[in-house]
């Protein structure tokens, strides 16, 4: 059973709106299994057993669904799997694996790639900096390439060591999507047809709708996530990595700015010219800011 979400366009709609508040106010007694968390795949299976075996860590807060989109996924354990018969790609395969999977239960859920691993305590990082900050959407400090997310001082997972730390950002990289079901209630999900088929583009264009809506985005370095990069792009097209970013790149680039306007990288926080945005400058939480943040 579902939440009663309507799919249309590749977006799902919501049929109420709850209090964000309220479902803040319930975190310090969350139920187990409160995050459900979606993984799509395309291969590359011991990789994601791996990645499984960091979320076994914390098994008591989260259920698991894996959008097996190659159709020969082993399973690893308990995850649930989802064989939909085609490639549905990252941003549909995200949307397929959270409409079906989602229950009454689940307070959030958290997208992640299968080419990652995950620090010590990263959901339950998740959940604390959510309960703190309220964030629309929340995400890890990474090893990645966006600078208002990279970690000070990337290092191994293993070595990571939490900072009770969360700040504003301008959007949340696709890699690892914490989203509160209030979220989705509001916003929908994923805008999968505009981006398909790699999907590139679709988390931006998330980030800013949920800012649209008045919500914050935000980081937290409680979390930290590792990236392998483009792992599935490299073997999902005949053409390798050049013709992933063929076909995601420009798709990417006609969909945001339909979207959202020439200016949508001064939107998103990109420098036009660095093609890149701005390391964090909050050094510790503050509630001001946040407040602030909200009406941009």
Known sequence: MTRGWVVTGGVILRPSIPEVASRIGLLERLPDHSVLVVIPVLGHHQMTHDLLRDLTREAALIDVVVVDNSGDYPPFGDEAILRPGRNLGWAEGTNHGTCTCARPVHQAFLWLNNDTRLSQGFVAGLLRAWAKSGAGILGPVYDCYWEHQRAEHPVAVADYRPRSTTYPVPFVDGTAMFVPAATVDTIGLLDADTFAPVGWGAEVDYSLRARAAGMTLAATRLSYLHH????????????????????????????????WGADWRTQAGIDPAAHQTSPPQVRRFSASRFLSSRSR
């Open 228 to 259: 392998e990069k483009s792992v599935t792009g490299k073997t999902v097209f005949g053409g390798g990595l050049l013709e992933y970013a063929e076909r995601g790149f420009p798709v990417a680039m006609a969909g945001l700015e339909r979207k």
